[in-house]
């Protein structure tokens, strides 16, 4: 059964949690003593009058059940007929952005909740920057609190294309408006008499049709993790499968650097392979004696990835301390750990365009044309 | 590649990166199914070498005695070393969870003791099985999980975590746990033990065994230190997960075989650590635990 990783955010106090709780709830995905410890917290501490407080079921934190809010990315596994999903439900809070990236780097798919009431705030943009620079082209617009608006439709509506006139330049590739009460379980699962005015998809129908790029294929790429000698007659590369298809007798390029060698064998516990998808972690001989090491890319030689020092690029800035130009920091690229200097000043939290120069030449890719290999992080050294 | 292959793929990934990046790995085994599939994942990941760490158990001497002769038997069959450390403390003292109770008992032998193991191994790595969908605050870590020097956890301030980048720059004395059964499910891990034929404890499946009634909880009667007011009676139960015997419930099952237990999940209605006394102590008590050094 195919997986749909997908992302919950927006601006605090817009209801993801409950969205989360709601989408268990009526799924019937929640275990008898996980619901009858939900029944037992919405009584001490929940913020419902005791009745079920489904921000409790990912709030798991004391911390966040003390002061009511998400601080970190909490990730619930669930499957209807249709998919399994794992969802990724970040905090609001402009204090725990770093927390709401993380969910987001490894999500297909984003739900970006606001309040019908308040519309788009600064954290709902910053928020959609974030899931359009990570490279997540499916976006839901869940315009949630209506019960609070009499579930009118011009509010809804209102909103919508408010938002939709801002993400113009996201690049995404579908925004979704639906309009919802997570409280109420209003269009999440079923729809709901009190919008016969909507016909499209609820919530779980969008989440169990939408469509999940698969990575696109190309010239192969091997990511060195590790260099496998358990004896002097055995030097193998082991690593993963970034990008393509690898083959037994492939040429291959060692980036950076102009050496070649060829693809002699594809080595795992369960037997050799013949070709090696993209994904897949394994353990490749070459033919030649040549050197390689961690942080390497072994590239299909007819077609190598390109290798640079300087790059223009977009940051994100996680760190309490801000970006200074001209510092010396790490960045973490692939396998490998350079350092960089950049040339202007970021605050915490900021998203900026900036010339980026590492301390020695890496192999990249773009981030849209494959996420996967074309990566960097950077912190702080 | 199907679900399991991308997990599988994933998971050799995340042990690739933790050792190539450490000093002094460590794989926390112990001995449950995840505890297999994890050590399984291992070998794969560095095939044709040996998985290049010890497997370390932090014993209480109250687990069940297939769970030692599996764990013996194992590690003699794969060529591995093997650390069993039981803290000194304890065994002077025979802390045990029926004179002491299930939460001094856990601290002492399990928290205490593998913060006493790492330190005097000077690990600066330790794998683990746990999985984000066993409890809601394991949903909230990391893969690669940050330690203090005092092995502390500190939940409101974990490091950013990108992609498959994993940041492991630790300074002397702290240390970084990883679990590379993050985003694995209960049921994944079954149908993975079902497709890679993993052998585990025998205790997982169905057989007669002697139980008594223990604060709601089926207790098998394992061995003579149990004090008994009343006979054990016998039951075709099993285990969804092992700890210390008298501490972990077992369930009422006909399962005897994997595809047996995978079909009995399928129609479960509640979750594996149901069966954990040592999670009901109080409200959040697996947090509390992790932030004092517990898995």
């Given at each position: 059964?195919?997986l749909?990783?997908?992302i919950?955010?927006?601006s605090?106090?817009?209801?993801?949690s409950t969205?989360i709780g709601r989408?268990?709830?009526?799924?019937?995905?929640?275990y008898a003593?996980?619901?009858?410890?939900l029944e037992?917290?919405s009584?001490?501490?929940g913020?419902?009058?005791?009745?079920?407080d489904?921000?409790l079921?990912?709030?798991?934190?004391?911390?966040?059940?003390?002061?009511?809010?998400?601080?970190?990315v909490?990730?619930?596994?669930?499957?209807?007929?249709?998919?399994?999903f794992?969802v990724?439900d970040?905090?609001?809070?402009?204090?725990y952005?770093?927390?709401?990236v993380?969910?987001?780097?490894?999500?297909?798919?984003?739900v970006i909740?606001?309040?019908?009431r308040?519309?788009v705030?600064?954290?709902?943009?910053r928020?959609?920057r974030?899931?359009s620079?990570?490279?997540?082209?499916?976006?839901?617009l869940a315009?949630?609190?209506?019960?609070?608006?009499?579930?009118?439709?011009e509010?809804?509506?209102?909103v919508?294309?408010?938002?939709?006139?801002f993400?113009?330049?996201?690049?995404?590739?579908?925004i979704?408006?639906v309009?919802m009460?997570a409280?109420?379980?209003v269009?999440?699962?079923?729809h709901?008499?009190?919008?016969?005015?909507?016909?499209?998809?609820?919530?779980?129908?969008w989440?169990?049709?939408?469509v999940?790029?698969?990575e696109?294929?190309?010239?192969s790429?091997?990511?060195?993790?590790?260099?496998n000698?358990?004896?002097?007659?055995?030097?193998g590369?082991?690593?993963r499968?970034?990008r393509?298809?690898?083959?037994?007798?492939?040429?291959?390029?060692?980036?950076?650097?102009?050496?070649?060698?060829?693809?002699?064998?594809i080595?795992?516990?369960?037997?050799?392979?013949?070709?090696?998808?993209?994904?897949?972690?394994?353990?490749v001989?070459l033919?030649?004696?040549?050197?390689?090491?961690?942080?390497?890319?072994l590239a299909?030689?007819?077609?190598?990835?390109?290798?640079?020092d300087?790059?223009q690029?977009?940051l994100?800035?996680?760190?309490e301390?801000?970006?200074?130009?001209?510092?010396?920091?790490?960045?973490?690229?692939?396998?490998?750990?350079?350092?960089?200097?950049?040339?202007?000043?970021l605050?915490?939290?900021?998203?900026?365009?900036?010339?980026?120069?590492?301390?020695?030449?890496v192999p990249?890719?773009?981030?849209?044309t494959?996420?996967?290999?074309?990566?960097?992080?950077?912190?702080?050294? | 590649m199907?679900?399991?292959?991308?997990?599988?793929?994933d998971s050799?990934?995340?042990?690739?990166e933790?050792?190539?990046?450490s000093?002094?790995?460590?794989l926390l085994?112990?001995?449950g199914?995840?505890?297999?599939v994890l050590?399984?994942?291992a070998r794969?990941?560095?095939?044709?070498?040996?998985?290049p760490?010890?497997?370390?158990?932090?014993d209480?001497t109250?687990?069940?005695?297939?769970?030692?002769?599996?764990?013996?038997?194992?590690?003699?069959?794969?060529?591995l070393?093997?650390?069993?450390?039981?803290?000194?403390?304890c065994?002077?003292?025979g802390i045990?969870p029926?004179d002491?109770?299930?939460a001094?008992?856990t601290d002492?032998?399990?928290?205490?003791?593998?913060r006493?193991a790492?330190?005097e191994h000077?690990?600066d790595?330790a794998?683990?099985g746990a999985r984000?969908?066993?409890?809601?605050s394991?949903?909230k870590?990391r893969v690669?999980s940050?330690?203090?020097?005092?092995?502390?956890?500190d939940?409101k301030?974990?490091?950013?975590?990108?992609?498959?980048?994993?940041?492991?720059?630790?300074?002397?004395?702290?240390s970084?746990r990883?679990?590379?059964?993050?985003n694995?499910t209960?049921?994944?891990?079954?149908?993975?033990?079902e497709?890679?034929?993993?052998?585990?404890?025998?205790?997982?499946f169905?057989?007669w065994?002697?139980?008594?009634?223990?604060?709601?909880?089926?207790?098998m009667v394992?061995?003579?230190?149990?004090?008994?007011?009343?006979?054990?009676?016998h039951?075709?139960v099993?285990?969804?997960?092992?700890?210390?015997?008298?501490?972990t419930?077992?369930?009422?099952s006909?399962?005897?075989?994997?595809?047996?237990?995978?079909?009995?999940?399928?129609?479960?209605?509640?979750?594996?650590?149901?069966?954990?006394?040592?999670?009901?102590?109080?409200?959040?008590?697996?947090?509390?635990?992790k932030?004092?050094?517990?898995?």
């Amino acid at each position: 059964m195919e997986l749909l990783r997908f992302i919950t955010c927006g601006s605090v106090d817009d209801g993801k949690s409950t969205l989360i709780g709601r989408l268990l709830y009526e799924s019937k995905l929640l275990y008898a003593d996980h619901l009858a410890a939900l029944e037992a917290d919405s009584r001490r501490v929940g913020t419902r009058g005791g009745e079920l407080d489904f921000a409790l079921l990912v709030d798991g934190l004391a911390a966040e059940r003390e002061q009511g809010i998400t601080i970190d990315v909490a990730y619930r596994f669930f499957a209807t007929e249709a998919r399994r999903f794992i969802v990724a439900d970040t905090p609001g809070h402009e204090q725990y952005t770093r927390n709401m990236v993380t969910g987001a780097s490894t999500a297909d798919a984003a739900v970006i909740l606001l309040d019908a009431r308040k519309g788009v705030l600064s954290q709902t943009r910053r928020h959609a920057r974030i899931v359009s620079l990570l490279g997540i082209r499916h976006v839901a617009l869940a315009v949630n609190k209506l019960d609070l608006l009499g579930y009118s439709r011009e509010s809804f509506e209102k909103v919508c294309f408010e938002f939709t006139e801002f993400a113009a330049d996201l690049g995404f590739a579908e925004i979704t408006c639906v309009p919802m009460s997570a409280t109420e379980g209003v269009n999440v699962v079923g729809h709901s008499e009190l919008t016969p005015w909507y016909d499209g998809k609820t919530l779980l129908q969008w989440l169990e049709t939408v469509v999940v790029d698969t990575e696109e294929n190309g010239p192969s790429r091997f990511l060195v993790q590790w260099v496998n000698r358990p004896d002097a007659t055995f030097r193998g590369f082991s690593g993963r499968v970034l990008r393509g298809t690898l083959r037994r007798g492939d040429e291959v390029r060692v980036l950076p650097g102009e050496r070649t060698s060829t693809v002699d064998r594809i080595v795992t516990m369960d037997g050799d392979l013949l070709e090696a998808p993209t994904g897949s972690s394994v353990t490749v001989v070459l033919t030649d004696d040549v050197d390689a090491s961690r942080g390497d890319v072994l590239a299909f030689a007819a077609d190598p990835a390109g290798v640079a020092d300087a790059f223009q690029a977009h940051l994100v800035w996680l760190n309490e301390n801000g970006l200074l130009p001209g510092r010396q920091y790490l960045a973490k690229i692939g396998a490998r750990t350079v350092g960089f200097t950049a040339t202007k000043a970021l605050q915490l939290n900021e998203i900026g365009v900036d010339s980026v120069h590492f301390d020695t030449p890496v192999p990249f890719e773009s981030y849209r044309t494959n996420a996967t290999s074309a990566r960097s992080w950077c912190s702080t050294g | 590649m199907d679900h399991l292959d991308r997990l599988e793929a994933d998971s050799i990934d995340i042990f690739r990166e933790a050792v190539a990046e450490s000093e002094r790995p460590v794989l926390l085994y112990s001995i449950g199914k995840d505890s297999s599939v994890l050590l399984h994942l291992a070998r794969k990941a560095f095939h044709p070498s040996k998985p290049p760490f010890p497997l370390l158990h932090v014993d209480t001497t109250w687990k069940f005695r297939e769970m030692i002769e599996f764990r013996d038997r194992t590690a003699a069959e794969l060529g591995l070393e093997l650390i069993v450390h039981r803290n000194p403390e304890c065994v002077a003292l025979g802390i045990n969870p029926f004179d002491h109770g299930s939460a001094r008992h856990t601290d002492m032998w399990k928290t205490q003791g593998l913060r006493q193991a790492l330190d005097e191994h000077r690990f600066d790595l330790a794998f683990g099985g746990a999985r984000r969908d066993e409890e809601a605050s394991r949903a909230k870590e990391r893969v690669f999980s940050f330690r203090t020097a005092q092995h502390r956890w500190d939940p409101k301030n974990q490091r950013p975590e990108l992609w498959r980048l994993y940041n492991t720059r630790v300074a002397p004395g702290e240390s970084i746990r990883v679990f590379p059964l993050s985003n694995w499910t209960e049921l994944d891990v079954w149908r993975y033990v079902e497709r890679e034929g993993i052998p585990v404890v025998p205790l997982y499946f169905a057989a007669w065994r002697p139980v008594v009634d223990r604060d709601g909880l089926l207790i098998m009667v394992d061995d003579d230190r149990m004090p008994l007011t009343e006979s054990p009676r016998h039951e075709l139960v099993r285990f969804r997960t092992l700890g210390c015997y008298p501490l972990t419930g077992a369930v009422r099952s006909e399962a005897r075989t994997v595809p047996e237990i995978v079909e009995e999940m399928r129609a479960a209605t509640t979750s594996e650590r149901q069966g954990r006394l040592i999670d009901h102590d109080q409200s959040g008590s697996m947090e509390r635990k992790k932030r004092e050094g517990y898995f």
